[in-house]
């Protein structure tokens, strides 16, 4: 009697998790698209890196411009700060942009005492630039 009793719970044991596999294959086939796209959401965001742009601002002399206003802008995007004691500065976005194709170019302006504002275009994939900067002439 008990190897009947055996046969019997391996023969309902068998049955009840080919009824689950059959619902859960279901449920998961149902779903998939919708998995796709939550995980290819998710792999597209975690991949996305905002923007950074690192350089230097010095004079024509190769000295470093302290304290200069350093402004980029792309799109409707505009980002400032200033260069350090060593002409170093180094910008971030705030968010990283996944959804959007990235500009081409973006534009700087930098402006400090005693130099002539300047205008400089990159490329957005720029990871560094250099901005040399011309003295003013002051003339009485």
Same mark, same amino acid.
Not at 61 to 67: A, E, I, K, L, N
Not at 78 to 100: I, K
Not at 107 to 134: H, M, T, W
């Given at each position: 009697?008990?190897? %009947?009793?055996? %046969? /019997?719970? *391996?023969? +309902?044991?068998?049955?009840?998790? !080919?009824? /689950?596999?059959?619902?859960?294959?279901? %449920?998961?086939? #149902?779903?998939?698209? #919708?998995? +796709?796209?939550?995980?290819?959401?998710?792999?597209?965001?975690?991949?996305?890196? =905002?923007?950074? %742009?690192?350089?230097?601002?010095?004079? &024509?002399?190769? =000295?470093?411009?302290?304290?200069? +206003?350093?402004?980029? !802008?792309?799109?409707?995007?505009?980002?400032? &700060?200033?260069?350090? &004691?060593?002409?170093?500065?180094? /910008?971030? *976005?705030?968010?990283?942009?996944?959804?959007?194709?990235?500009?081409?170019?973006?534009? /700087?302006?930098?402006?400090?005492?005693?130099?002539?504002?300047?205008?400089?275009? #990159?490329?957005?994939?720029?990871?560094?630039?250099?901005?040399?900067?011309?003295?003013?002439?002051?003339?009485?």
């Amino acid at each position: 009697m008990a190897p %009947l009793r055996y %046969l /019997l719970f *391996a023969v +309902v044991g068998v049955a009840i998790a !080919s009824v /689950l596999f059959l619902v859960m294959n279901f %449920l998961v086939s #149902a779903n998939f698209e #919708a998995g +796709v796209n939550v995980v290819e959401r998710w792999i597209v965001r975690a991949m996305c890196d =905002r923007y950074q %742009l690192a350089g230097t601002v010095r004079g &024509t002399d190769g =000295r470093p411009v302290p304290f200069a +206003v350093v402004e980029v !802008s792309y799109r409707d995007e505009r980002l400032t &700060t200033r260069s350090n &004691t060593d002409g170093t500065f180094r /910008l971030a *976005a705030a968010e990283a942009e996944c959804n959007r194709r990235p500009p081409a170019r973006v534009e /700087l302006l930098v402006i400090a005492d005693d130099f002539r504002p300047r205008r400089q275009s #990159a490329p957005f994939e720029a990871g560094s630039v250099e901005v040399k900067l011309d003295a003013r002439d002051f003339r009485p």
